[in-house]
């Protein structure tokens, strides 16, 4: 089956931790994105590929770091700078970069700061 | 730049009662639009999407769109809503990012709440 696929779940950190969300797509597609979503604020794109190697600042960057090492793959860390990381976040992909492709999205992670 | 209004945050219909989801748009150019679903504590699904031509979209699970350029809308409809429909329904109209890729903006949503 071809799809996204976001791990884990669920993740907890505690505060001044980094996390690492995963974030791996079969489609080969060659942009991906995270994004975002809060009660009642829709999504908020945090950061866009579209290249292996390549990444870009999406709305609310701050707080956030990904790489981009394999077409597959594209990780968002949620660094301790982000000061309200407790969010539901989704990864997504596209064939291409235009406007009119269709964004695929995975499950999403629940993360929740203690 | 570009924005969506859901203005209804909550609606409730009956099991078999049509529904139509209001979505309106800003945006300078031709618009993509874009209708999502959302289970609770799942990813989106699309539903439908509109580029060009005629106005009137179909999509899965029985949903149809209607893009109109005058009023800048986008509104979702069905004409008998079954229980499985309850969900969170997302509108979204698609740019080009300024340093290339394909932007979504989304709006924050309809919760559809059907009664049995």
């Known amino acids: 089956d071809g799809g996204i696929t976001q791990s884990p779940k669920y993740l907890f950190r505690k505060e001044g931790q980094n996390v690492t969300l995963s974030c791996e797509q079969n489609?080969?597609?060659?942009?991906m994105y995270w994004y975002r979503q809060d009660p009642g604020q829709g999504l908020r794109l945090i950061y866009y590929?579209?290249?292996?190697?390549?990444?870009q600042k999406g709305d609310i960057a701050e707080g956030y770091s990904v790489s981009r090492e394999k077409k597959e793959s594209f990780p968002l860390t949620v660094t301790s700078a982000q000061k309200n990381p407790t969010a539901f976040y989704l990864c997504?992909?596209?064939?291409?970069?235009?406007?009119?492709?269709?964004?695929?999205f995975g499950p999403g992670t629940r993360l929740t700061v203690l | 730049a570009q924005s969506v209004t859901q203005p209804d945050i909550h609606i409730t219909v009956s099991e078999g009662a049509s529904l139509e989801l209001r979505c309106n748009y800003s945006?300078?150019?031709?618009?993509?639009l874009f209708w999502y679903v959302q289970s609770p504590g799942q990813g989106l699904q699309l539903l439908l999407k509109?580029?060009?031509?005629?106005?009137l979209v179909q999509g899965i699970k029985g949903f149809e769109a209607e893009f109109k350029r005058s009023q800048s809308s986008f509104n979702l409809r069905k004409p008998s809503v079954h229980w499985s429909d309850a969900a969170e329904y997302f509108c979204?109209?698609?740019?080009?990012?300024?340093?290339?890729?394909?932007?979504?903006?989304f709006g924050t949503g309809t919760q559809l709440k059907v009664e049995l």
């Open positions: 997504a992909s596209s064939i291409r970069v235009t406007s009119t492709d269709t964004q695929y």
């Open positions: 489609l080969n597609h060659d942009a």
């Open positions: 590929s579209q290249i292996v190697n390549d990444f």
């Open positions: 945006y300078g150019a031709t618009p993509y």
């Open positions: 509109y580029f060009s031509g005629d106005t």
């Open positions: 979204a109209v698609g740019a080009i990012l300024t340093g290339g890729g394909n932007k979504l903006t």
